[in-house]
Nanobody, 127 residues
């Protein structure tokens, strides 16, 4: 069982930055691909970014590529999402998710491949 707790959300003006963090329980953190997803009101949950267990491979949604960076610290059991140049359309609840590493990181863009989810943290970008 893995428990995930997100933090770092908040209100920021367009063009600003936020850093989200997700803390994971358990001793086998490096065995999990970690992903970030987001869900805006009235919309489906969508993929943002994912990182392999070692941290050596990443994949991003086209909408955030070049603005967001996912990273992980396996010694601290944490994964982060650095969000720069934020836009109002980035407003959403952001979720951290974990899945045992079975495939290439590019396969982890679908919600149904993840085994564990955090409770989410709200990010609001004002124009």
């Amino acid at each position: 069982q893995v428990q995930l707790v997100e933090s770092g959300g908040g209100l920021v003006q367009a063009g600003g930055s936020l850093r989200l963090s997700c803390a994971a329980s358990g001793r086998t953190f490096s065995m999990y691909v970690m992903g970030w997803f987001r869900q805006a009101p009235g919309k489906e949950r969508e993929f943002v970014a994912a990182i392999s267990g070692s941290g050596g491979s990443t994949t991003y949604a086209d909408s955030v590529k070049g603005r967001f960076t996912i990273s992980r610290d396996n010694a601290k059991n944490t994964v982060a999402l650095q969000m720069n140049s934020l836009k109002p359309e980035d407003t959403a609840v952001y979720y951290c998710a974990a899945s045992l590493a079975r495939y290439s990181v590019n396969a982890y863009r679908q919600t149904n491949i993840y085994d564990y989810w955090g409770q989410g943290t709200q990010v609001t970008v004002s124009s």
